[in-house]
């Protein structure tokens, strides 16, 4: 930000959100499955947006977006029908509508990779929605966030997207979630003694493959066959159960109970197709079993690529013998160091020319 922008600077929109790991019961939470149940947690490194916002006429173009992780800037043209540079951004900032009398810049930065099965996109996307909605007068509470960045993906982008990232950025946390009916659903937000929160962050582990997640063809593939199987076939509900199995333990601190969801929910995704849980993935878990850990779970809907969420075991030096391990074993594989997120979105406003930000 030059001299002569800081001077026209009329405020700083900041948001946040979590990404999520462990989705259990995933799959279950789309518009084949109908009904579902999810069992997942909100953890950082989150998504960060930030705009500046000027006076309409203060700078070149009125809507600029910085992609920082790609180190793209790229002008908006709200009024276009085309998005080809990112689509998500720009199909974000158009629902949203930017006011008139205006000019923005918007940074985006995520420290999880993308397209690692975590949730990023839809971390990214409530985060942009939050803070392109302190722009304008009103404010969508977490639930109409998530649905919203749910409906910028699902019905201006026409992509295939379950329900439950967007509602774990939104409300961070361990969740447990209930969609009655596509894509309505509930959340019930685990409340744990300090003990067991602590507990459960020092275990998991989350490893990332070193490329994106590709999955279009056999996704494609086993959502027509479980279009055809029916809401309430036996593959759908042995994942729903592996939800509620989560959600018990948690409450009870049961680790092995959990570690045991996590590995039958894992388990239920290779027989929906034996591609979703990769060879980089099997052997991940394998190095892990060696290391003691209690439960691994490949997270989103699997395939080749992306990342597993590893429960270990109660000593800690195991933990980081198998992390050694792991990076060892492949250079592109990386432990991405993770927090459990109390809190979900997250918005608030800079003050230009004060000291210290306000609460929003």
Request: hydrophobic share 40%.
């Amino acid at each position: 930000m030059g001299g002569k922008d800081a001077k026209q600077l009329l405020r700083v929109v900041n948001s946040v959100a979590p990404i999520r790991i462990c989705d259990n019961g995933g799959w279950t939470d789309t518009w084949f499955a109908g009904h579902g149940k999810v069992f997942n947690i909100g953890v950082y490194p989150y998504a960060e947006v930030q705009i500046e916002v000027y006076p309409k006429d203060a700078r070149e173009e009125r809507i600029v977006i910085y992609a920082e992780n790609y180190g793209e800037r790229f002008v908006v043209h709200p009024e276009s029908d085309t998005w080809d540079r990112h689509p998500l951004l720009e199909a974000a900032v158009e629902r949203m509508k930017v006011p008139g009398d205006i000019s923005v810049q918007v940074t985006i930065f995520c420290e999880a990779p993308a397209g690692a099965s975590t949730g990023t996109s839809a971390a990214v996307t409530v985060a942009l929605v939050g803070a392109l909605d302190c722009l304008t007068p009103g404010r969508l509470t977490p639930h109409e966030v998530a649905y919203t960045a749910h409906s910028i993906e699902v019905d201006m982008l026409k992509r295939q997207s379950g329900i439950q990232d967007q509602l774990c950025s939104a409300y961070g946390g361990i969740n447990y979630i209930e969609m009655h009916q596509y894509p309505r659903a509930t959340v019930s937000q685990l409340q744990v003694p300090n003990s067991i929160w602590w507990e459960l962050e020092r275990r998991l582990a989350l490893v990332y493959l070193g490329r994106s997640h590709d999955s279009s063809r056999v996704h494609e593939k086993v959502i027509a066959e479980l279009e055809d199987a029916g809401p309430d076939c036996k593959q759908l509900e042995d994942l729903r159960r592996t939800a509620e199995r989560s959600r018990d333990a948690v409450y009870a601190g049961d680790f092995v109970a959990l570690g045991r969801a996590m590995i039958e929910n894992t388990e239920a995704q290779a027989r929906l197709n034996p591609a979703l849980v990769s060879q980089d993935a099997l052997r991940v878990i394998e190095i892990a079993r060696e290391h003691g850990a209690i439960g691994w779970k490949v997270n989103g809907a699997g395939g080749e690529g992306g990342s597993v969420t590893i429960l270990a075991s109660a000593c800690s030096h195991e933990k980081r013998a198998m992390i050694r391990a792991l990076e060892r074993e492949n250079p592109l594989w990386k432990s991405i160091p993770i927090y459990l997120s109390r809190f979900g979105l997250r918005v608030w406003e800079g003050c230009p020319g004060r000291s210290g930000d306000v609460a929003r």
